[in-house]
């Protein structure tokens, strides 16, 4: 009798010990570090409420595993925030200044680069697979591709991804700087206004874009669509409850849920093994690579090109919005007081979320085909 | 050379390529539509419906 009143005291091992550190580690790095605190502060107290012995909120009933059931292995959770993250975009300066695409593209180098290196890793394909879109550097990509390939990696992948995210202005920097001269980062871009988007541009982009993307790789129409839709409601003007609605009360209710249900996959048996750790180094190496091919990718337009990028502008590819942005930004004020290349380098991270979809679903088409997964 | 590490240069290699063919689509997407639906203020979207 004892024993049953007991059986939380009776059931803790130190590897749950060790899961309340993890939980208090993530929950610490968003409350006191401002570490992407939406996503790494529910995924912390999930992992918490999920190696409690004989937790209720996880288990055959729980509320955790319903949600999982409702929202993760659907994949729904992570299309229903692509509405959201496209009502959030404005896709005008990429519209205006489309060469910025090149470099969103780059960016996604570290996901085939790390796929290999998993692979070389022993990693099977599936897993490699879903632990190179960590380099989407975008969360609901990592989520969608993971569920897909590898579920069972589904809580490392996502701490990896959202952590990642948050350690852009600690990560790139010094990438870039051992792939650049000061020369190069002090590389001049005036930016002109261009030519004006039209209202019909803006709405047919996400109508257009969404059918090609279908048609090309019909797995990715999940991902790019609800994306596109996102920016339809925004960019029409005629739903501005709508769009307000998918910005704010969709994106919030749906990050809440998704955080602590990602966090409620994260138990002891689970999370605590060699695979985690290998994990969460493929994505730094994944961060690592996007933006070195980014930069690089820069650097070799600049042999064709009579107005030289300040190859920066490539590291900013990467679709951590806006903090690539924001970062390569700095970086050429700190070279030099007077550059500005804010703009462009907005333009190349917003190209960044159409680059990552796009690489999520070629990664999704192709390596479904070879295993046969739909 | 293990049969995973093939299929994932198999991945690279096709998955790149195709990648960024997409991308340069939508960049010529871009130029087109900014082409046949330039700005001339806000009648334009009533003028096309």
């Known amino acids: 009798m004892l024993q049953e009143l007991w059986i939380g005291i009776f059931g803790l091992t130190w590897k749950h010990l060790v899961m309340y550190l993890v939980g208090f580690g993530l929950i610490y790095l968003a409350i006191k570090k401002d570490y992407e605190p939406l996503l790494l502060m529910p995924i912390g107290f999930g992992a918490i409420l999920s190696n409690i012995p004989f937790s209720s909120a996880v288990g055959e009933h729980g509320p955790l595993t319903t949600l999982l059931k409702a929202g993760i292995l659907n994949e729904l959770f992570p299309v229903l925030i692509f509405i959201a993250i496209g009502a959030m975009i404005d896709f005008t300066p990429l519209i205006r200044n489309p060469l910025m695409m090149v470099f969103g593209a780059a960016a996604q180098f570290g996901i085939f680069a790390t796929i290999v290196v998993a692979a070389l890793l022993n990693f099977p394909l599936n897993e490699a697979a879903a632990v190179g879109i960590i380099g989407a550097a975008d969360g609901p990509t990592t989520i969608y591709v993971a569920n897909k390939f590898a579920r069972s990696l589904l809580g490392p992948l996502s701490v990896a991804a959202y952590s990642y995210m948050s350690l852009v202005p600690i990560i790139q920097p010094p990438v870039i700087k051992a792939l650049t001269t000061k020369n190069e980062r002090m590389i001049r871009m005036p930016y002109k206004e261009g030519v004006k988007v039209s209202k019909t541009v803006r709405i047919l982009f996400p109508i257009v874009v969404t059918i090609i993307a279908g048609i090309i790789a019909p797995i990715s129409v999940a991902l790019v669509g609800f994306l596109m839709f996102g920016n339809l409601i925004r960019e029409c003007g005629v739903v501005e409850r709508l769009s307000q609605a998918a910005q704010n009360e969709l994106a919030n209710l749906v990050t809440l849920l998704l955080g602590i249900t990602i966090g409620g996959t994260m138990t002891a048996e689970e999370f605590l093994n060699l695979k985690t750790i290998m994990v969460m180094a493929m994505g730094l190496v994944a961060f690592i690579f996007d933006t070195a091919g980014g930069v690089i990718v820069a650097k070799i337009m600049n042999l064709f090109l009579k107005e030289k990028i300040n190859p920066m502008i490539g590291a900013a590819g990467i679709s951590a919005f806006p903090m690539a942005g924001r970062v390569v930004a700095k970086m050429a004020l700190q070279e030099d007081r007077n550059n500005f290349i804010i703009m462009h380098a907005i333009g190349a991270n917003v190209s960044g979320q159409i680059g990552s979809i796009i690489a999520g679903g070629v990664v999704l088409a192709v390596v479904g085909a070879m295993l046969g997964v739909k | ?49």
């Open chain 2, 1 to 49: 050379m293990s049969e995973t590490v093939a299929q994932a240069l198999q991945v690279m290699s096709i998955g790149l390529p195709v990648m960024f063919g997409v991308i340069i689509l939508f960049m010529i997407l871009c130029k087109v539509l900014v082409a046949l639906f330039p700005d001339k203020g806000e009648q334009d979207w009533n003028k096309l419906i």
